[in-house]
C-alpha cells in the first residue's frame, strides 16, 4: 500500500482526463486546510487548501516543521491518539497572525504518522474558547457590575418574601418557597462575581454529579419559562464526577435552557445529552501541555439558530439576535465555562432528518480519589 503522501502526490500529477478515486479526490478538493505529519512533526505532504492557508507551494511546505508553519509544535500529545485544540493563536509563514482550532487523528497503519486540519475561527471572536480567556471588554465589565449590584436589592426583597411565605402549613407551598429562597441565594452569590467580570480569580472546584445538577437545574426550569416545553433526557449513567464549581454549573444549564425554550417559542423540542468522550484534549499555554476534556454536556433544540451574522458573535456581551434580548446570558455562560476549565461550542447539527442548534460543553473530569 502506497505511503498517503505518495498517493497526494500522483494525485496532482494525474492527467486532467482521469477519474481519482473518490476519497483522493475529496482530500484534494477539502477547503479544510490538511496537513501529513510524520512522527517527528516533519511535514510530509498538503492540500491546496493548506498551501492557501500558509501562502506557501506544496514544494515548499513539505520538509518544514510544523512548528515553523504554525507555530506550535504540538509538544507533549502522544502520535497515536485523536485530539483537540481549540482558539490557538497561530503564528503563519511571513509574520501573519490567526486563531484556528486544530484537530488530528493518527494513521494506525503508519505508527507515529497523523493527519492535522487547521479550521480558522470565523470572525474577531471564536465560538469556543479555551479557558481563561474572558473575552470582555472592560465598558462591558463595568456596565455588567452595575446591573448586578442593581439586581440585588429587589432580591432581597423575594428571598424576605419567599420567607413569610414558607411558615405556612402547606408542605407544597414550602417546598416552592424553598425552591425560591435558594435560587435567590444562588443568583446572588452570582451576581457578587458578576461585580467585576474581569475578575480572574480561580472558582473553587471540586467534584459535582453532573446529573445532580441537571436535574436540579430542570427543577427550576420547569417551575417557571421551561413549564410547558418538551424537555428530553439522554444520559450515560456511567459518568464519572466532573470537576466543577455547583452553582456556576447550575447557573450555565438554566442559560442555556431558557435560550432553547426562547429559540423554539416553548413550542419545539429540547434534549440534554451527557457522554463520555475519549481522547479530547485541549492544549494549554504554548501548545507543551494537555487538558483533557472527556465530558460533554449538550444542549439541544430545533429552533432555527443564529444569524449568519450573529453566530460568530454568540459569546460576546450584549450581542443577541432576539428582539427583547440583552445578551447577557450566553456572555455568562463562556465566563463561567471557561473559568471551570472547559470549553463551549455553538453549533448547527443535523439530527433526526433536520437541522438543530446544539450548545456543546467540553467538561474536566474529576481526579480519580
Not at 13 to 41: H, I, S, W, Y
Not at 145 to 152: D, F, G, P, R, T
Request: proline share 9%; charged share 20%.
Amino acid at each position: 500500500m502506497d505511503a498517503p503522501g505518495g498517493r497526494l502526490t500522483r494525485l496532482r500529477a494525474r492527467p486532467q482526463e482521469a477519474r481519482p478515486a473518490p476519497a483522493e479526490a475529496l482530500v484534494a478538493a477539502l477547503p479544510t486546510p490538511l496537513l501529513l505529519l510524520d512522527g517527528a512533526g516533519t511535514i510530509l505532504d498538503g492540500n491546496a487548501a493548506a498551501e492557501a492557508f500558509l501562502n506557501l507551494s506544496r514544494q515548499v511546505v513539505i520538509g518544514m516543521g510544523v512548528e515553523e508553519a504554525i507555530g506550535h509544535a504540538l509538544r507533549g500529545v502522544p502520535t497515536d491518539t485523536p485530539f483537540v485544540a481549540y482558539d490557538l493563536p497561530l503564528a503563519l509563514p511571513g509574520g501573519r497572525r490567526v486563531r484556528a482550532d486544530l484537530m488530528a487523528g493518527p494513521l494506525p497503519e503508519w505508527p507515529g504518522w497523523r493527519v492535522l486540519t487547521i479550521h480558522p475561527l470565523p470572525g474577531a471572536v471564536p465560538l469556543a474558547r479555551a479557558a481563561g480567556q474572558s473575552g470582555v471588554a472592560p465598558g462591558a465589565a463595568g456596565v455588567a457590575a452595575v446591573l448586578a449590584h442593581e439586581i440585588k436589592n429587589p432580591l432581597s426583597g423575594i428571598r424576605g418574601a419567599a420567607q413569610l411565605l414558607e411558615r405556612d402549613d402547606d408542605p407544597d407551598g414550602a417546598a416552592l418557597t424553598r425552591l425560591i429562597r435558594e435560587e435567590v441565594d444562588r443568583v446572588a452569590a452570582l451576581l457578587d462575581r458578576m461585580e467585576d467580570l474581569s475578575d480572574t480569580r480561580p472558582l473553587a472546584l471540586a467534584p459535582q454529579n453532573i446529573h445532580a445538577v441537571l436535574d436540579h437545574a430542570l427543577t427550576v426550569a420547569r417551575q417557571g419559562f421551561a413549564r410547558d416545553a418538551q424537555i428530553r433526557e439522554v444520559y450515560d449513567p456511567s459518568l464519572p464526577p466532573v470537576l466543577g464549581h455547583r452553582d456556576s454549573l447550575v447557573q450555565v444549564v438554566i442559560n442555556l435552557l431558557k435560550n432553547a425554550v426562547e429559540a423554539t417559542d416553548g413550542r419545539g423540542t429540547i434534549m440534554l445529552t451527557t457522554a463520555y468522550r475519549h481522547g479530547l484534549h485541549m492544549l494549554t499555554g504554548n501548545g507543551a501541555g494537555r487538558r483533557p476534556l472527556p465530558i460533554e454536556l449538550c444542549v439541544v433544540d430545533d429552533g432555527p439558530g443564529a444569524p449568519p451574522g450573529v453566530a460568530a458573535h454568540l459569546f460576546d456581551p450584549f450581542v443577541s439576535s432576539k428582539a427583547a434580548g440583552k445578551g447577557l446570558g450566553l456572555a455568562v455562560v463562556h465566563k463561567l465555562v471557561a473559568d471551570m476549565g472547559g470549553l463551549i461550542d455553538y453549533a448547527r447539527e443535523p439530527r433526526d432528518g433536520r437541522e438543530h442548534t446544539v450548545f456543546r460543553l467540553m467538561l474536566p473530569r474529576a481526579a480519580r480519589s
